[in-house]
């Protein structure tokens, strides 16, 4: 919306609009807020996934071969092994590839996927703080409508 207090959506004047009109506008833009956030949520859970992997990898990094640990084959199937010197891993870049990546690379990667997500959750967050104007600008026109009706009804009385 350009306009500033009177509002105009994708150039039509909120003021020109029926209160219906201005209903529909206003239900239009509470989903698409709740679609964003559903995005949002869900750029964190991935953030915050890779921020786990980047830990678990420093973590293993730093432990010494030969410590006995459980290594997960599942979610729930977990088996006996030991660490070895680590030289490369393997990284999971999408959709079921995988490279293998000496560590300071993966640890790169990694950073570069954090930092890409992040850029997008920004932009994401400035979309919502767009659309919640969008959304107030519309609750004012509406206000505004109903005030006049009420003053229009009380003066037919």
């Known amino acids: 919306m350009?306009?500033?207090?009177g509002g105009e959506a994708n150039g039509i004047s909120l003021k020109a609009l029926s209160f219906e009109q201005l209903s529909q506008v206003k239900s239009s833009i509470e989903e698409e807020l709740q679609g964003l956030q559903g995005a949002l949520q869900q750029l964190k859970v991935s953030t915050d996934k890779l921020v786990i992997s980047?830990?678990?990898l420093e973590q293993v990094h730093k432990t010494s071969a030969g410590t006995r640990m459980l290594v997960?084959?599942?979610?729930?199937?977990?088996?006996?092994?030991e660490t070895t010197e680590?030289?490369?891993?393997?990284?999971?870049?999408?959709t079921g590839y995988y490279?293998?990546?000496?560590?300071?690379e993966a640890q790169s990667f990694l950073d570069r996927k954090i930092a890409l997500i992040k850029g997008q959750g920004t932009t994401v967050q400035q979309t919502m703080a767009l659309k919640n104007q969008n959304l107030q600008q519309?609750?004012?026109v509406m206000r505004?409508?109903?005030f006049e009706a009420q003053q229009q009804m009380s003066q037919a009385s």
Do not use: H, N, R
Not at 2 to 5: L, P, R
Not at 99 to 104: A, H, N
């Open 144 to 146: 505004e409508k109903m």
């Open 72 to 81: 997960p084959l599942t979610s729930s199937l977990y088996v006996p092994g």
């Open 2 to 5: 350009a306009a500033e207090g």
């Open 54 to 56: 980047k830990l678990a």
């Open 99 to 104: 490279i293998e990546k000496s560590l300071p």
């Open 138 to 140: 519309t609750l004012s």
């Open 86 to 94: 680590l030289e490369t891993v393997l990284v999971d870049v999408g």
